[in-house]
């Protein structure tokens, strides 16, 4: 045999091994900690040394322990960050992903791959209302956002021959840190990103939005785009959609709308989201909320020509001759990639293999465990909720005792894991519920966990 080559057999006996290894880990996830006990040292004296020159065979797959004992489990405990859960058909897709190795640039590079990536942004749009937009899948939102504004900003002050020039975009104070980096990356720069301030439920203040808009066209800048936040990252706060759109529509600006965090609640409770069909452009993670293995990220768009003018730059080593619509169809033409993993098919296998319905449930038990956990933080005398839960992040804090030491001690136990938040100028103990894994008593669990927390700082 070759170098690189593996038999039939020994492929078979990997893959059963694999296989194994895979539905064990499943099956213990609840008995995990919430969160691995290691630190810096210890992982790299497991897993950091030089690479072999002789090939260690089927033995490398023992690692696999180890790997996931040093790994962040993703059990229905974990309520940190927007961190979806992982579905397990969905990483079958990925495997059989890895397995067919398809370059999703083009329909001519990888027919099936390419046509079911379509299908599927199809499903995506007409699921949170906004049927005709197509788009593409890609690492995350952070990559969706920037996409948005590019295509914004080749758009409304063409940049891609003579250089960037200066615009100016709008955001909640609360937004993502993916759009000043997107600022810095397209060149419009982190200055001309307007932080527009937030009222109390922490949604962006259109009358602020308003005036700032107009100070700017008084002093001679150009304004360029409004990104409203659908689920802001630490309070999940969802910016008033139909009055941000008819502002953007008044003043002729492009409305990119961040929903990398909240839009696929839009399954379960579409009333929170009207106007979102009036943006030109939306971002979304099914790796956070349809539960799919990272990375699963989507922009959507209104119009294919736009996103086609903004990335459209095509070597004679692309250049398609077929004739047919369909078959002349090329990612690399609407996004910034060229190389392109088949991401949509854990999206098509897991989607069609449980079915809307199960999805929408799944979501509305989130949004449940997380009115559960406000409605509980509201009874509890030594609690305060901190902020609203529009969807299914929820902040809050201890009344009398450190809440940065809780937090420590809370991950320290290994029972549920915690992110943080500062709301208002406090330290805020957080909760994030996307999680298909999570029950009701996950959810009184981080309750008992905090107040043990605390009462183990008078020891």
């Known amino acids: 045999m070759q170098a690189l080559e593996t038999s039939d057999r020994e492929l078979t006996a990997l893959m059963k091994e694999a296989t194994k290894l895979a539905a064990e880990y499943w099956a ?7 969160y691995p006990s290691t630190d810096g040292t210890e992982t790299a004296r497991l897993f950091d040394h030089p690479w072999p020159d002789e090939g260690r065979g089927r033995d490398v797959l023992n690692d696999f322990g180890a790997i996931a004992e040093h790994a962040r489990p993703c059990t229905g405990r974990f309520f940190g ?30 027919p099936a791959a390419v046509t079911i990536e379509r299908a599927v942004i199809g499903w995506l749009a007409e699921a949170v209302g906004c049927s005709g937009f197509t788009g593409s899948l890609c690492g995350g939102g952070s990559m969706a956002n920037l996409m948005g504004l590019a ?27 993916s759009i000043p980096k997107a600022m810095a990356l397209l060149g419009l720069g982190r200055s001309n990103l307007r932080l527009i301030p937030v009222d109390e439920d922490f949604r962006l203040r259109t009358d602020a939005l308003k005036a700032a808009i107009s100070s700017d066209r008084k002093s001679g800048k150009t304004p360029l785009a409004i990104v409203a936040s659908v689920g802001t ?11 941000i759109a008819k502002i953007a529509e008044t003043d002729g600006l492009w409305l990119h709308v961040d929903g990398a965090f909240g839009v696929l609640a839009a399954l379960v409770a579409p009333e929170q989201f009207e106007g979102l069909n009036q943006a030109d452009s ?41 004739q047919d619509p369909g078959e002349a169809f090329a990612f690399f033409d609407e996004t910034m990639e060229l190389s392109r993993r088949f991401r949509a098919l854990k999206l098509w296998l897991s989607l069609q293999y449980h079915g809307r319905t199960a999805f929408r449930e799944a979501i509305a038990r989130d949004l449940g465990h997380a009115q559960l956990l406000a409605e509980t933080i509201r009874a509890h005398p030594e609690l305060e909720l901190l902020a609203p839960v529009p969807l299914s992040a929820v902040c809050f ?39 298909h894994r999570t029950r ?20």
């Open 28 to 34: 213990s996830l609840e008995e995990r900690p919430s």
């Open 81 to 110: 960050y927007v961190a979806g859960s992982g579905e397990p058909v969905g990483a079958i897709g990925d495997f059989l992903t890895s397995v067919l190795n398809q370059n999703a640039t083009s329909w001519r590079s990888a």
């Open 151 to 177: 295509i914004a900003r080749e758009n409304m002050l063409a940049a891609n021959e003579d250089g960037a020039r200066p615009g100016v975009v709008y955001a909640s104070e609360q937004v993502h840190m």
């Open 233 to 243: 990252v630490a309070t999940g706060a969802i910016d008033p959609l139909r009055e």
């Open 282 to 322: 939306i971002s979304l993670d099914a790796h956070k909320w349809l539960y799919q293995p990272i990375d699963c990220g989507c922009l959507l768009y209104r119009d294919r020509d736009m996103a086609r003018k903004t990335f459209s730059h095509s070597g004679d080593y692309v250049r398609i001759f077929n």
């Open 397 to 435: 804090r201890h009344h009398g005792k450190d809440n940065e030491a809780i937090l420590r001690r809370v991950i320290a136990r290994g029972r549920v894991y915690l992110s943080n938040a500062t709301i208002n100028g406090h330290f805020a103990l957080r909760a994030c519920f996307v999680n």
């Open 440 to 459: 009701p008593e996950d959810v009184r669990e981080i309750i008992s966990e905090v107040i043990a927390a605390a009462d183990e700082l008078n020891a």
